[in-house]
Structure formats: structure tokens, C-alpha cells
């Protein structure tokens, strides 16, 4: 840049006026720069190939982005799943772009587990092969493969636990051995973090989560403010949930129990009354909702699903929110998804009708429903499940960001790389 302009590059730190304003403006920046254009940033020059690369800047890149919901449209089938079937979906139920999962064999079996913070959490089994454990960047294409568990035991199920204020996150692995009877009430637990790189044992898990009988695609899981939670199903019978386990990230385990089946008199909440006809049964959900662990679960007449709202873990306190009839015109075969987006739940329900889903959203406060569309897909025998993503920078190892360390990145980024007035 020539001398004979008002501004000059500022190349060192020989200039660090008005960096609270300079501060600001970074994150605005910041915040209106793609994960994609991130990305080709890097190739651009040294600086923003060290810049982007920072340890700090992922974090710093994901607080400032725009907060657009987006779902990650699995079109899952019982023979093989490849990448293309994944999509990214807006909150209105558009389907846009593929999302590409790297390493993804043409003959592996893919479950998608969870997602958060633009990471995606997944089982995958070729054949006949040990199944295996993948945590994945969409957006980088980054993989990291879970190193496997004792040989000489068998995976019940997977369940992840993570916290998002944290950025941590842990994954469990419920096993049984195969010697000994396949009822997981003598659960045994072995638990990953990406810290040690490693497996281990813990005690105190006498029942892991198991994937619904009737909706097999549904999380046998879901992780709320730091915390796992899942359903037992009864002992006497399979298809009626007992009560709630819960397992943090200290790996404090707590028994919480269903709510009470009351519902509100009026949609939203309000005075609530007893139901004694309503029970729970096979179709009983655990999702999340706003921050807090919702309940769901459709009548035996398959009419009305109602809501509650745990507002206390310790003490088993659940808010009735309310009931909606269903609005569909046949038996329900099934729930493939509950998902919270921007205030709303988008239900995919799986009537007994072949290969015909609907997405339907509601609006939990009001009770209400929006229908945004109905899908007829006809690829193999594939059933669609959603997850909530966000793009982001983060790698699959995460590594905790401390405040000093984003105030040193911000800094850097202010005093070597701006236009400034002179």
C-alpha cells in the first residue's frame, strides 16, 4: 500500500490504538465469515493459515457466527448407507446441499448418534467387522476413529456425553459379555475421553440405553446441560419405560423418575389435572427442548402426544406442558425424530404406510402444529432421521479454550493484520 494514503498496514504491535473498537470490529468480522470461506482462507497466505489454524479460533469463529438452525437429513436403510445420503435441511424442512462424511466405505452400515457444536458422532460396520466408533467434522472433513473396546466383550450400545459451555465430551460403550445372559440389567459400562486416549471402567451402571423396539432409528440417548440422560425400560415388560437414568460429566449417576401423567388444561401450561387413561408406553421419547430435558410420549390410542419439561434433576420435578392431537390419518408405525428447532419440535412420525413420512413441527408453548411437508422416499427402504448441526471449525479432539487464551488470539489478530488509521 502506498505511503500517500490515509491508512497504513499495521504488520506488528507498534500500534495498538483503539483496540476495544478494533476488538469489536474483529468479531464482527468474524461473524459474518463461513466455515467454507474459512476454510479457503487458509490457502491464501501464511497469516491466515495461522490465524485459522489457532487453537483459539475455532472457538472464537463458532461464538461469533450467525446461529442459522440447521439438521443433518439422514436417509438411513437397513442394507448400506453412503454419504450421499445426508443432507443439510433448513427449519422449514428444505433440503439443500449433501453433507459428505470422509472414509465412509460404499458397503458400511452408518448410525448417526448425536451431534453438537459441528461435530458429528457416529457407529459404522463393514460386514461382519467389529463395529466402530468415528467422530466427525462435516465441515473439515476431519475423522477421529475411537480406538476399540475389550475384545472379549460385545457393545450393547453407544452413548455420548457432552457439554457444550465445557466443550467436552465423553463416550460411553455398555457392554455385555458374551458368556453370560444377554439382559443388560448386569450392565457394564467402559467410558472415552480424548484426553487419555483411552478406555475404562466404571461401576454403578446397572442398565445401559437400548434403541426403542418400535423406532429403532430414535437416540437411545440425549445429552441435556451436561448431562446424559436415557430410559429403563420395566422389567416386566419391555415396551413400558420404568424410570430415567442419568450419568454427568464427573460421572455422578442419578435414577430420575417419569412425570406424573398429568397434562395442562390449556395449551401452554396452566392448572393441570389428573389422567389415570394415559400411560406410558412404547412410544415415550426423551429429547431436548430449550435446554431442558422433555418428555414425550403418545397415547395408547395414538391421538394425542403430550410434553413435560424436567425443571429439576435432583428432585424429579417435571412442568406438564400440554397436549396435541396427531395429525395423521393412520396408525403410527413409529417415531423416527424429535428435534428441537428454534422453539418448535419437528416430529418425523413413521405411520404404517410404506415409505411415507411426515414432518410435522410444534410449537410446545402454544400446542400447535405446522405442517411444513410430507416426503415419499423411495431410495432402497430408507427411513429419515434428523439431527440439529452447526458448522464450525472445532477438531474431533477438542481442547478446552480458556477466556485468557481468546483475549490473546482477538489481540494478535487486532495489532497484525488491520487496516488502521494513521
Known sequence: MSEDTNMRVCMGCDYV????????????IVSELPVDCLLEFKLVSKFWYKLITEP??????????????????????????????LFLMDRDGVVSEYVSLPYLEEDSSLKLLCSFNGLVFC?????????????VNPATQEVLEIPGTSPSEITESVGVLFDTKKNGYKIFRFLYD???SNDNSNCKCEVYTPDTREWRKISGIVKGPVPNLLSHLFPSHVCVGGIMYWLVWSEEDIEVPGYILSIDMDENITRVELPTIVISDEPG?????????????ILTFLTEYEGSLACVSVDDDESNVYIWLLTDHGKSTWCGKGGAPLLIDASLGGINSIVSVDKELLFILNPDMENHFFFHFLNVEEMTWRIS??????????????????????????????????????????????????
Do not use: W
Request: glycine share 8%; proline share 4%.
Open 123 to 135: 457407529t459404522k460396520s463393514v460386514g461382519e467387522d467389529e463395529l466402530g466408533i468415528q467422530v
Open 178 to 180: 458374551e458368556s453370560e
Open 373 to 422: 411437508c410430507e416426503g415419499v422416499f423411495k431410495i432402497g427402504e430408507c427411513e429419515p432421521f434428523v439431527l440439529p448441526y452447526a458448522e464450525s471449525l472445532f477438531r474431533c479432539d477438542f481442547r478446552q479454550v480458556t477466556s485468557e487464551a481468546r483475549e490473546r488470539l482477538v489481540s494478535y489478530f487486532v495489532t497484525c493484520h488491520f487496516i488502521v488509521p494513521k
Open 269 to 281: 401450561g396452566g392448572d393441570v389435572q389428573m389422567v389415570d387413561a394415559i400411560t406410558f408406553n
Open 17 to 28: 490504538r483503539n483496540v476495544g473498537y478494533m476488538e469489536g470490529l474483529t468479531e464482527k
Open 56 to 85: 483459539t479460533f475455532d472457538q472464537l469463529q463458532f461464538d461469533c457466527a450467525p446461529k442459522d438452525p440447521k439438521l443433518i437429513l439422514h436417509l438411513g436403510s437397513q442394507d448400506s448407507n453412503t454419504d450421499e445420503d
